[in-house]
Every structure is written in C-alpha cells, then in structure tokens.
C-alpha cells in the first residue's frame, strides 16, 4: 500500500472540524435536553412565556435542533418553520414532528430562503452566542419579520460567560471560549462567544430591532422538588439571558 504523508497539523484540523458538531452527538444531546432542568424546566419556558399568545401566527424556529420548542409553539397553534445547521438533528425533528413544521437545512451565518415579512415571530433558542458577529444574521432575521415582528432570543448570560475562565477574560471584548461537554459519559468539544450586554444590545438595533424586554427570570418553584441539588444555584446566579426585540413599522406605516 502507497504511503500517504499527513501533514502534522492535520490531526489539529480535524480537531478543530470536531467542535460544535453537532451530527456528531444529536441523539445523545436531544436526550439530555429532553427534560433537564436548564433546558426542558427553565429556557424553554422562559421562551414560551416571552412569546404569549402565538396561536395563528407565523413563527420561525432558528436553530430548532431536535423541535422540542418549535413542537411546544404548533401545540399553542403557531404556524412553525424550523431551520437547523445540523442534519442529526433536523432528523430527530422530522420524527417528532411529522409533516406539522416545515424544517429546512440553514446555517444561521448565510442568507435565509425566506422572503421579506415571511413571519410574525422568530425564536432563537440559545443559538446567537455560537456567532463572532451577529450583525449579518440579526440583518437577515429582521429581514423576514414582518413589520411589527418580534425577535424571542436567549444566550448564555454575559456574566456566566466571563467567569467561566481563569484568568478572567477582558469583560468588554468579543472573545472565544471553548469546553467540554460531557453525555452520558461521552466528551464532546464546543465553542462559543462571549459578547459584553452592551455589545449584544448594539447588535440588536444597529439591525434596526427596537429593544422591548430583557429578562433573568427565576425557575419555576415547583423544580424545587424535581430537581433539589441543582434548584438553589438556579436561583440565586446567572444562568441564561433573554430577550425580546421588535421590528418596528417604517414611519410611514407602510412595509419595509
């Protein structure tokens, strides 16, 4: 057999390829999101709070993973479409959620096949702080908001972020951070980036987005019982941050 050289950064590359990867580990992260506390008993309520009454409208899951959310939105009678970067997961949706919610392969950093004011509503569920710049996605996700449309988003709390080194990173810069997660015994490389709140708030409405909620809600007091070790830090420290923006109407009230 021909000898093939591999160069000796080839093993970094493939590395670094690993992150994120989410085709990789999408059965063992859907399990685990399916009824942990941070995710099943505090995002997505928070979420589904946040948005209120979405019977009839038109929504748009961005980064809907495995649907859980975007299954929770069809049962309150939202009109769903889902995008996902990864086809593990878009696979898991398909099966939770039949033919309900149209699903399509996006990754968030290109353009959307969507037209302009395609939809009421956009949710973006922990999604944003996997971007070094949100600007050119937050653009597209105004584009296809109708005028008067929300944005529903939540990201790891800017504090969390800060304090997950040692030494502590410069609090007012955009930076990379990456860890381990661990399921069900298994290691698996991730990378995110922390954005101070201000620069998450200029983001929002240098993309023409009206600031309307930010939110730390506390968990449900009845996760107390369910989940006793892990409630109090729950409730007394940061965990994830949430936000409502809208997309204000043109002053002369016609669309964008």
Request: charged share 25%; proline share 7%.
């Amino acid at each position: 057999m021909e000898r093939v050289d591999v160069p000796e950064n080839f093993a970094q590359s493939a590395a670094r390829d690993r992150v994120n990867d989410y085709d990789g580990f999408a059965e063992a992260y859907s399990a685990e999101n399916e009824n942990n506390l941070v995710n099943a008993h505090y995002e997505r309520p928070a979420m589904l709070a946040l948005a209120g009454d979405v019977a009839g409208r038109r929504v748009l899951d961005a980064g809907c993973g495995s649907g859980p959310l975007s299954a929770a939105l069809r049962d309150r009678g939202a009109v769903v479409t889902g995008i996902d970067a990864s086809t593990g997961m878009l696979a898991l949706a398909r099966r939770r959620l039949g033919d309900d919610v149209a699903l399509h392969r996006v990754d968030l950093s290109d353009d959307l096949p969507f037209a302009d004011g395609a939809f009421d509503d956009v949710v973006a569920s922990l999604v944003l702080h996997y971007l070094e710049d949100w600007g050119p996605t937050l653009a597209e996700l105004r584009r296809v908001l109708s005028p008067g449309g929300r944005l529903i988003a939540s990201v790891d709390h800017p504090l969390v972020a800060y304090t997950f080194s040692d030494p502590r990173p410069d609090y007012f810069a955009t930076t990379n951070y990456t860890f381990d997660w661990m399921f069900n015994g298994r290691s698996v490389p991730m990378s995110f980036w922390r954005k101070p709140l201000h620069a998450m708030i200029d983001a929002f409405t240098t993309a023409g987005f009206r600031l309307s909620v930010i939110s730390e809600p506390q968990p449900d007091p009845a996760t107390r019982e369910l989940f006793p070790d892990d409630f109090h830090d729950l409730s007394t420290k940061p965990c994830f941050l949430f936000f409502v923006v809208e997309a204000p109407p043109s002053p002369t009230g016609a669309d964008d």
